[in-house]
T-cell receptor, first 112, second 112 residues
């Protein structure tokens, strides 16, 4: 099993719909992150959490919300999806040390 | 905030050497990381530098000069499987060691 699992892998949704992307990890890491990746823009931080009671906005949090249900689970929600939220979304975990992030396999989201 | 710049694309021949440069401007610095990302896949950790100098890991080496805000990733004995995007990421600043800012990535194309 993967260390960081994202579901779904692919999703097509309509404008205005609410959608949740889920992330679970078996690394035992306290720190979890949500990034989106767009061509030419690289990875941009949406939200991050350093423990269950700690949630922080990243550089592009508008239109998104998160929930840290447990140390191992961190979900990202789009309350009312819009087409410019079409992107590849990555969840990542970290122990804050010198090995950087462990990424999930990504969720390709298309909003039509 | 942080600005991270790296070239968009580089092409090299199988067996050759390629150097990917990364410059950054940060309000604080704790470390610089390099990730490899194949198309449609998750980034994977390659190397990190905290102190000035060269870190070597097999065919890959990474160099850091903190005073110049400069790093490079050196890929030697290029193989076709090295065709991928290479992401430079910096962590630092006053808030945390564990939060990364990514460059847009350098697409390396290895030709026969």
């Amino acid at each position: 099993d993967a260390d960081v699992t994202q579901t779904p892998r692919n999703r097509i949704t309509k404008t205005g719909k609410r959608i949740m992307l889920e992330c679970s990890q078996t690394k035992g890491h306290d720190r979890m992150y949500w990034y989106r990746q767009d061509p030419g823009l690289g990875l941009r931080l949406i939200y991050y959490s350093f423990d269950v009671k700690d949630i922080n906005k990243g550089e592009i949090s508008d239109g998104y919300s998160v929930s840290r249900q447990a140390q191992a689970k961190f979900s990202l929600s789009l309350e009312s999806a819009i087409p410019n939220q079409t992107a590849l979304y990555f969840c990542a975990t970290s122990d804050g040390g010198g090995y950087g992030y462990t990424f999930g396999s990504g969720t390709r989201l298309t909003v039509v | 905030g942080q600005n991270i710049d790296q070239p968009t694309e580089m092409t090299a021949t199988e067996g050759a050497i390629v150097q990917i440069n990364c410059t950054y401007q940060t309000s604080g610095f704790n470390g610089l990381f390099w990730y490899q990302q194949h198309a449609g896949e998750a980034p994977t950790f390659l190397s990190y530098n905290v102190l000035d100098g060269l870190e070597e890991k097999g065919r890959f080496s990474s160099f850091l000069s903190r005073s110049k805000g400069y790093s490079y990733l050196l890929l030697k004995e290029l193989q076709m499987k090295d065709s991928a995007s290479y992401l430079c990421a910096v962590t630092g600043g006053t808030d945390s060691w564990g939060k990364f800012q990514f460059g847009a990535g350098t697409q390396v194309v290895v030709t026969p």
